[in-house]
């Protein structure tokens, strides 16, 4: 059952920033809540289902970028999940949001993830709040991420346009004291109103909508100068200022206390007039920030003498210890970290004897990302390439076009139920219709879960994120109908044997092969196995 949202103003509750961020949606009156799973921002929806929300999976970011959109343009709230490399799947739509701007509400969570604690990259997701001309709002703990969430939807709404929430893996998953305000006044009910100028983008509306963003950004400067979101602290006049956002803020009030901060909460527009006269107050300001240095080059184009970090500080996630060394100068090599457990498959997982198979036939293996992107790890050193979500069809593929046929007879593209969902569709229309001279062989890992973020459902498992059943996509079927000469579903873990013939028959008869391997998830079958007794009952547990 779902549990109950019996929060009152002022009651001190022990949460995570994820956890507050689903609060605080709650509060502000979410219409609609959706989102692809992928730390550190998962916990985010699921949350939300366990108070009561309205919160859901989508297949991918991009769909439910524009799932919330079409919320948003009917005049509810809608709140929008994703880690940030989901934002670069979710771009294409973002990028015109902004020119359309919404009727209702939007707010879009990007959970970044410095240090790269469960990712394929680094990126800094504020530099998309400048390209795409949203503002970004960054919450630096649990309350902010409380507060915030209800400032991003009352921002939405009163400029018209989406908002970003900017969180890191140190917010999303550290748990501080949040005093919550308690549910806001209700949001108006969501009504359509025709725009057609301010929602079809043709050139001839696009043109004068770009317009609009840029005045709407500069009044929203204008505010950024007053607003509470960005505040002064400490000493009027001390020596040593500090321009900080986000987690930031809280090593430094910890390796800094004699410092004056400038901690800016609304993170684009940047509020110009407030930046130059901190800088004026102080003899030396340093900009302290974890990754690029987005801050210091917006600051240090005005003109101003601001410090950013040394190169050295762009990696990982900052400190209490590595803010310190910021401020001394300090680039001297840092401690090496202790050793770590290196990651692996479970004992018992069903990815295990494909991987060996695979190895022991000498493949070249084009990965995806999931669980079994492990696989490139010893003991069996696997998988050849792995960059994005559903990236494994289109380079396995693109190798099989071009190396020459002893090689190109090798390669298998390897790809997780959920993430082929995800992104794997449009590879897979690709692979059949600029079909590769010697075919090609795709490998489809279905262990009925999205495993690796927490074991989520998805299209694939039949059942929504609370775990309800509803329509479950046909994975065979599908690739049958797209066109692919042989579809086959096969234990590869329990029938080892017979899953080394189908792959080795498969690699150079030239045809196009689609192997499902299909095993439940070790951690997730007992759950899987709950799931349907209850389908077949009648009953969900939405615990």
């Known amino acids: 059952m779902h549990e109950s949202n019996g929060v009152v103003g002022g009651e001190r509750l022990l949460l995570s920033g994820d956890e507050a961020i689903a609060l605080g949606a709650l509060h502000a009156g979410v219409g609609l809540a959706t989102g692809y799973p992928g730390t550190p921002s998962t916990e985010i929806l699921e949350t939300l289902d366990r ?8 297949p ?17 709230s809608a709140l929008v999940t994703m880690k940030h490399v989901g934002v670069n799947v979710a771009a294409d739509p973002l990028f015109t949001a902004t020119y ?6 939007f707010v879009l969570v990007s959970a970044d993830d410095p240090g790269l604690a469960s990712s394929q990259n680094e990126q800094d997701n504020r530099r998309y709040a400048v390209a795409a001309v949203v503002p970004m709002l960054e919450p630096a703990d649990s309350q902010e991420a409380y507060d915030y969430t209800l400032a991003a939807f009352a921002l939405s709404r009163r400029i018209g346009q989406p908002v970003m929430l900017r969180v890191t893996t140190r917010v999303c998953h550290s748990k501080g004291v949040v005093r919550p305000a308690g549910p806001q006044p209700p949001p108006p009910a969501p009504n359509f109103v025709r725009n057609i100028p301010a929602r079809v983008m043709v050139p001839g509306y696009a043109r004068p909508a770009h317009r609009r963003l840029r005045a709407t950004i500069a009044e929203l400067a204008e505010w950024a100068e007053t607003t509470d979101l960005n505040r002064i602290e400490g000493p009027a006049r001390a020596p040593l200022g500090i321009i900080c956002a986000g ?13 004056a901060i400038l901690k800016l909460g609304l993170s684009y527009p940047l509020p110009e007039r407030l930046i130059r006269e901190f800088v004026a107050a102080h003899e030396r300001i340093v900009v302290i920030e974890e ?7 917006a600051i240090r184009a005005w003109g101003l003498n601001v ?11 900052l400190s209490v210890a590595r803010v310190r060394r910021i401020l001394a100068r300090d680039e001297s090599p840092e401690p090496a970290p202790a050793p770590q457990k290196p990651p692996a498959l479970c004992d018992g997982c069903p990815y295990r004897r494909v991987f060996t198979v695979l190895r022991e036939l000498d493949c070249i293996v084009s990965g995806d990302i999931g669980c079994y992107t492990l696989g490139a790890l010893e003991p069996f050193a696997a998988m050849d390439s792995q960059s994005c979500m559903g990236a494994s069809l289109g ?7 071009v190396l020459p046929p002893d090689q190109a007879k090798r390669v298998v593209s390897i790809i997780g139920d959920s993430t082929f969902v995800h992104s794997g569709l449009t590879g897979l229309v690709e692979m059949c219709y600029n079909k590769p001279p010697g075919g090609h062989v795709l490998i489809i890992l279905d262990n009925g879960t999205t495993a690796m973020t927490g074991r989520q459902e998805h299209p694939g498992t039949g059942r929504l994120l609370n775990h309800e059943p509803t329509a479950k996509l046909d994975i065979e079927a599908l690739c049958r109908a797209i066109g692919v000469d042989e579809v086959t579903t096969i234990d590869g873990h329990g029938d080892p044997d017979g899953f080394r013939e189908l792959v080795a028959g498969a690699l150079g008869d030239g045809r196009l092969h689609v192997i499902i391997s299909q095993r439940p998830c070790l951690l997730a079958a007992a759950q899987i196995r709950e799931y349907e007794k209850l389908a077949q009952l009648g009953v969900c547990d939405n615990g």
């Open 307 to 317: 410090e950013a970090k040394a190169e050295m500080y762009r990696f990982g996630e």
């Open 395 to 401: 380079v396995g593929v693109g190798l099989r076009h």
């Open 247 to 259: 987690i930031s803020y809280a090593h430094v009030v910890e390796a800094a206390p004699e410092a």
């Open 100 to 105: 359309t701007g919404v009727q209702g509400a």
């Open 60 to 76: 991918n970011e991009k769909v439910a970028f524009e799932v919330g959109l079409g919320a948003a343009y009917g005049g509810a």
């Open 51 to 58: 108070l009561g929300g309205p919160a859901q999976w989508a």
């Open 291 to 297: 990754g690029d240095p987005y801050l210091a080059d």
